[in-house]
Antibody, heavy 120, light 108 residues
Framework: QVHLVESGGGVVQPGTSLRLSCAASGFSFSTYGMHWVRQAPGKGLEWVAS????????HYADSVKGRFTISRDNSKNTLYLQMSSLKAEDTALYFCARDTGGIIGNLDYWGQGTLVTVSS | EIVLTQSPATLSLSPGERATLSCRASQSISFYLAWYQQKPGQAPRLLIY???NRATGIPDRFSGSGSGTDFTLTISSLEPEDFAVYYCQQRRAWPPLTFGGGTKVEIK
């Protein structure tokens, strides 16, 4: 049974950093692409970043490029999102999601999310 | 960036009725469109991928159609658990992966 559990969210001040984690279980983590998607309070879904299954490539939304870094540790079955220079507009529920393949772009399993609030 | 426009924003229907949701892309995306369902306080759930393929475990009352720029998600007969927000998402040209703004299906 596929299971994704995000952690690391919290209330932080603008300009600071935070690292989110996504612990995966129930599937062969190293053979799937992974994504971060966020949802601001009361708003729709916004793709944030993606990481290829073999760590050969990564992509970012323009809104986070240069500030966020996606990474993965296949030995720990964990996906990360290092967020720096946080802004109020980064406030959102952050979901990790599994790709249906190495990196296809369909997201078939999602965690429950971890809430990041950026506020002074 | 490919923009997805969903309509209507809200659909008010009764259980047992047919729901028809629309998603229009700003340029052709072939069949590379997915649909997700999100209930309050829950994560999104993949319903349909590549325009018309039901994801694992999705009831057959959900169906998807379309190609190019115009897509439709149809729920043939609404069950109480189907009242939720539905998002479309394209993977034809990414990054970025883009989502539509959502359609809320509410009880009339």
């Amino acid at each position: 049974q596929v299971h994704l559990v995000e952690s690391g969210g919290g209330v932080v001040q603008p300009g600071t950093s935070l690292r989110l984690s996504c612990a995966a279980s129930g599937f062969s983590f190293s053979t799937y692409g992974m994504h971060w998607v966020r949802q601001a309070p009361g708003k729709g879904l916004e793709w944030v970043a993606s990481f290829w299954f073999d760590r050969s490539n990564e992509h970012y939304a323009d809104s986070v490029k240069g500030r966020f870094t996606i990474s993965r540790d296949n030995s720990k079955n964990t996906l990360y999102l290092q967020m720096s220079s946080l802004k109020a507009e980064d406030t959102a529920l952050y979901f990790c999601a599994r790709d249906t393949g190495g990196i296809i772009g369909n997201l078939d399993y999602w965690g429950q999310g971890t809430l990041v609030t950026v506020s002074s | 960036e490919i923009v997805l426009t969903q309509s209507p924003a809200t659909l008010s229907l009764s259980p047992g009725e047919r729901a028809t949701l629309s998603c229009r892309a700003s340029q052709s995306i072939s069949f590379y469109l997915a649909w997700y369902q999100q209930k309050p306080g829950q994560a999104p759930r993949l319903l349909i991928y590549d325009a018309s393929n039901r994801a694992t475990g999705i009831p057959d009352r959900f169906s998807g159609s379309g190609s190019g720029t115009d897509f439709t998600l149809t729920i043939s007969s609404l069950e109480p658990e189907d009242f939720a927000v539905y998002y479309c998402q394209q993977r034809r040209a990414w990054p970025p992966l883009t989502f539509g703004g959502g359609t809320k299906v509410e009880i009339k």
